[in-house]
């Protein structure tokens, strides 16, 4: 095995958040009057902090308009919008074949650890997991190599250099980076082609199929 302890993002790596994600943004835009984009046109938003894609959507850095946006996104959210969301293929067995050959499994999602836990237990995920650590709704660990610097703690020393992030966007790279473990980008994801590129992870796995070929050193 590549690796022996597995840190994986949530949204775009593990599930197809698109649905749940911008049909609750959209819906949080509408109930504060602001013109909002159509669905497709908000891929962007997959993945980084809520409260970053609000401020860019709203053109504004006040707080309170920022955190009644997040407040409504969540009313929606935690009730249909969590449910909103597909298991990648593939992506069970992968977890599954790994863990039968010793590797842990760690969630480090900016996501919520609430709506985290939600989701795994929903598809049936959760039991894979030693680890499932989000950010706090309160604001906590939401960058994401604060976070991955919490999920961490749990990994003995000696087992750094066999400890990998997995995620879709430049923030799992940059967070993996901080953290000096290495990262693997996954390209079925919400990242875009250009933006892995430029973000430099040690591989890129264009697909589910790929992405096990490459921990199982195939």
């Given at each position: 095995?590549?690796?022996?302890?597995?840190?994986w993002?949530?949204d775009?790596?593990?599930?197809?958040?698109?649905?749940?994600?911008?049909?609750?943004v959209?819906?949080?835009?509408?109930q504060?009057?602001?013109?909002?984009?159509?669905?497709?046109?908000?891929?962007?938003?997959?993945?980084?902090?809520?409260?970053?894609?609000?401020?860019?959507?709203?053109q504004?850095?006040d707080?309170?308009?920022?955190?009644?946006?997040?407040?409504?996104?969540?009313?929606r959210?935690?009730?249909?919008?969590?449910?909103?969301n597909?298991?990648?293929?593939?992506?069970?067995?992968?977890?599954?074949?790994l863990?039968?050959?010793?590797?842990?499994?760690?969630?480090?999602t900016s996501?919520?650890?609430?709506?985290?836990?939600?989701?795994?237990?929903?598809?049936?995920?959760?039991?894979?997991?030693?680890?499932?650590?989000?950010?706090?709704?309160?604001?906590?660990?939401?960058?994401?190599?604060?976070?991955?610097?919490?999920?961490?703690k749990?990994?003995?020393?000696?087992?750094r250099?066999e400890?990998?992030?997995?995620?879709?966007?430049?923030?799992?790279?940059?967070?993996?980076?901080?953290?000096?473990?290495?990262?693997?980008?996954?390209?079925y994801?919400?990242?875009?082609?250009?933006?892995?590129?430029?973000?430099?992870?040690?591989?890129?796995?264009?697909?589910?199929?790929?992405?096990?070929?490459?921990?199982?050193?195939?």
């Amino acid at each position: 095995m590549r690796y022996k302890v597995l840190l994986w993002d949530l949204d775009g790596t593990l599930t197809d958040s698109k649905e749940g994600i911008t049909l609750s943004v959209q819906y949080a835009l509408s109930q504060l009057d602001y013109p909002f984009p159509k669905v497709d046109d908000l891929d962007w938003i997959i993945g980084p902090p809520l409260k970053e894609s609000f401020k860019t959507l709203l053109q504004t850095t006040d707080d309170v308009l920022l955190n009644r946006a997040i407040t409504i996104y969540r009313e929606r959210y935690r009730e249909i919008g969590v449910y909103e969301n597909i298991v990648y293929p593939g992506i069970p067995e992968l977890l599954g074949q790994l863990k039968e050959n010793g590797c842990r499994h760690l969630l480090a999602t900016s996501k919520p650890r609430v709506f985290a836990e939600k989701i795994l237990q929903h598809f049936l995920l959760d039991p894979y997991f030693s680890v499932i650590m989000g950010s706090e709704l309160n604001g906590n660990f939401v960058e994401k190599d604060v976070l991955i610097a919490e999920v961490l703690k749990k990994v003995p020393t000696d087992l750094r250099p066999e400890t990998v992030m997995i995620g879709d966007r430049s923030y799992d790279v940059h967070g993996a980076r901080a953290n000096h473990i290495d990262v693997i980008s996954v390209g079925y994801g919400y990242g875009t082609p250009e933006e892995l590129r430029e973000a430099d992870p040690n591989y890129i796995a264009p697909s589910v199929r790929e992405l096990k070929e490459l921990l199982f050193g195939l």
